[in-house]
């Protein structure tokens, strides 16, 4: 979920202050994993008691006429937690797997660390990305995707 906000350009203080309330209001240590979350474009949003909050603005009510269309889930298995989540192409996000953390799909290998060492796309040909691709058993359109994904959350 946090993915998402980045990509979607939540700002960061709009995120803290979300967590903050969603903690206090879902009960949970984990509310960005909780089925009542959703987002449109900048915003993020919780089903508290049946109603709407922009959970950002420390739970402004919605309208839900208004917002209900443009709404965009995450999925979520049988106990109500995250699930497999591909938030790019050739990424996903496990909370299974390395804490939740953005990985190439279907590995566990997260694209910040390809990032950390490689760099940038343009280096993926380069000896160190070689090398990468040999050690981690990545094709160079793998690595292209998670370096793609991550430059997305810098932008």
Request: proline residues 5%.
């Amino acid at each position: 979920m946090i993915s998402e906000l980045r990509i979607r350009k939540v700002r960061p203080n709009h995120i803290c202050v979300g967590a903050r309330h969603l903690v206090q209001e879902l009960g949970t240590d984990y509310p960005f994993a909780h089925k009542e979350l959703a987002t449109v474009r900048r915003s993020f949003f919780a089903n508290i008691v049946g109603l709407s909050e922009d959970a950002g603005e420390s739970g402004q009510l919605a309208f839900e006429d208004i917002i209900d269309p443009f709404l965009k889930s995450v999925s979520f298995d049988q106990s109500d937690m995250a699930k497999i989540w591909k938030p790019y192409t050739g990424v996903w996000i496990n909370p299974a797997f390395q804490a939740g953390a953005p990985c190439v799909d279907g590995t566990r290998i997260p694209t910040a660390q390809l990032a950390g060492l490689i760099g940038s796309e343009k280096d993926i040909d380069s000896v160190v990305g070689i090398e990468v691709s040999e050690d981690y058993g990545l094709t160079a359109d793998q690595i292209r995707a998670a370096l793609s994904f991550e430059a997305s959350l810098v932008a």
